[in-house]
């Protein structure tokens, strides 16, 4: 199956060639349909549809050509004549826009529905459509004030929330140790209380499962009314930012073939986006190792590793995996597929061949070992990115569940060492990780997390088993 996906994505496809001002509004009239009969869950279906109707819709050309620039990366060069599906995009998006502000309205997501109105006011919605859409932010303008002076806090501890997961921060007493028979591991240098959070940090690269695109940032994996990719019409964001960092990193690298990349092994997916990250950073100062081989970690302070050469130097256990034929013939063809599909946007990333450049430089020939030496990384570091769900009664919140929104692959998380007995733990807002200790540490104490198998929850020669079979130890 790997190489028939290979022959779907190497054919040269433009960027934009999904997008239809048609099916777009074919899907908001299907919207509108659900819309009409006034029930909770029909209003939630056309929510969904208008989002599809959203990210099936145009880009207007001028916004593309912004994106671009901004970003400033090879992707420009790729673009060829994609616009010329744009011209007439931006009527049905402005409606689609305002249609589904009217879904948030009534649902009672009085925030989402303003920044759906500014989005349909901006593109230029239907003169015959503005006297509703002001009635409505007045309306929505006017709910939130009573809130704020009701006391109800609810938005202002969301906008907390965003802005600790926004921070990457790590504990002054945190550092990084290394042993022959720990390899690195994660200690503290001073007494930690417990409950304290000693790490928060967003990953290298991650990968939202299919079932959330419609729902969730492709970037940050925040729950949001979102924006479309411009050119694609798999993939949302929660807004400018996240959609110019993700194109500006990896998505361009993807984005003309996402139809048919969605349904690969998301280790595919993964992988792909660590390598466009990786080398998208490769600039000047950031000492990044252009080889695949191992670099020698002193002790210290986590500071002394950058992301990139944290993430080159991450295990692989490849003797353990590779000795299995039928894993290792399954990885190279994993690659195989990789290079053969994005090797040639990837190669505008590499340095060009000179007679002055050093054995260091990453050739065509090197890529596919770049591939399968991140590929054979994320089989024992990559983390499952996971959210609770909740329920109210009571007058309180309950836990209900926990579902995984994705994978990703985070610098420092991945230097903490298992125990099954934790004295830590992750938890999750978007795809930003904090790992926070669940009892006090005293100085000299190393930081465990639980990779899975956990006492309590599975016996010990279960446990032993599992983790030699996925870790290798």
């Not at 926004?166 to 390899?183: H, I, P």
């Not at 009664?393 to 985070?410: H, N, Q, S």
């Not at 198998?453 to 016996?459: E, F, N």
Request: net charge neutral; with cysteine.
């Amino acid at each position: 199956p790997h190489m028939d996906v290979a022959t779907l994505l190497e054919s040269e496809v433009p960027y934009g060639h999904r997008k239809s001002s048609d099916r777009a509004a074919q899907l908001k009239e299907k919207g509108n349909s659900y819309f009409s009969k006034s029930q909770p869950a029909d209003t939630l279906r056309a929510m969904r549809l208008y989002t599809e109707a959203i990210f099936c819709a145009p880009w207007p050309e001028a916004e593309q050509r912004r994106l671009m620039s901004a970003a400033g990366n090879p992707g420009a060069c790729l673009l060829g004549d994609s616009t010329q599906h744009a011209a007439d995009g931006a009527a049905i998006l402005a409606t689609c826009f305002g249609n589904r502000s009217a879904a948030f309205y009534d649902l009672g997501n009085v925030e989402d529905c303003l920044v759906d109105i500014g989005y349909a006011l901006e593109l230029g919605a239907p003169v015959t459509s503005l006297q509703k859409l002001q009635n409505r932010r007045s309306n929505c303008l006017a709910q939130l004030k009573r809130k704020s002076n009701g006391g109800c806090h609810g938005n202002s501890v969301a906008q907390k929330l965003e802005t600790v997961r926004s921070e990457s921060a790590v504990c002054d007493d945190l550092c990084v140790r290394f042993t022959e028979e720990k390899g690195r591991y994660m200690e503290v240098t001073d007494t930690v209380p417990s409950g304290r959070c000693v790490l928060t940090e967003e990953p290298f690269a991650a990968v939202l499962r299919e079932e959330f695109l419609l729902t969730h940032c492709n970037h940050c994996f925040k729950e949001a009314a979102l924006i479309p990719c411009m050119w694609c019409d798999i993939v949302g964001y929660c807004g400018p930012g996240c959609r110019q960092l993700s194109w500006r990193r990896y998505h361009w690298v993807e984005c003309r073939a996402m139809h048919i990349w969605i349904k690969v092994d998301w280790r595919l997916q993964l992988c792909l986006r660590v390598v466009s990250t990786l080398l998208s950073g490769a600039l000047p100062g950031l000492g990044i190792p252009l080889s695949v081989g191992s670099m020698g970690v002193p002790s210290g302070s986590y500071e002394v590793f950058s992301d990139c050469e944290i993430v080159s130097t991450l295990v692989t256990h490849s003797d353990d995996i590779m000795a299995d034929m039928v894993q290792k013939e399954t990885l190279e063809k994993m690659c195989e597929v990789l290079a053969r599909c994005f090797g040639g946007s990837l190669s505008r990333l590499l340095p060009q061949p000179s007679s002055t450049q050093d054995s260091s430089s990453l050739s065509d020939g090197s890529l596919k070992a770049l591939f399968l030496h991140h590929l054979l990384q994320l089989h024992c570091n990559s983390h499952s990115v996971t959210t609770v769900t909740t329920e109210q009664g009571g007058g309180r919140l309950d836990v209900v569940g926990e579902v995984v929104l994705g994978a990703g692959l985070y610098c420092r998380t991945s230097l903490f060492n298992h125990s099954c007995f934790p004295n830590a733990i992750c938890r999750f807002l978007g795809n930003s990780v904090s790992v926070c200790v669940i009892q006090k540490l005293s100085p000299g104490d190393e930081v465990t997390i639980c990779y899975g198998p956990q006492v309590g929850r599975m016996k010990t020669a279960d446990r032993k088993a599992e983790l030699k079979k996925k870790y290798y130890f």
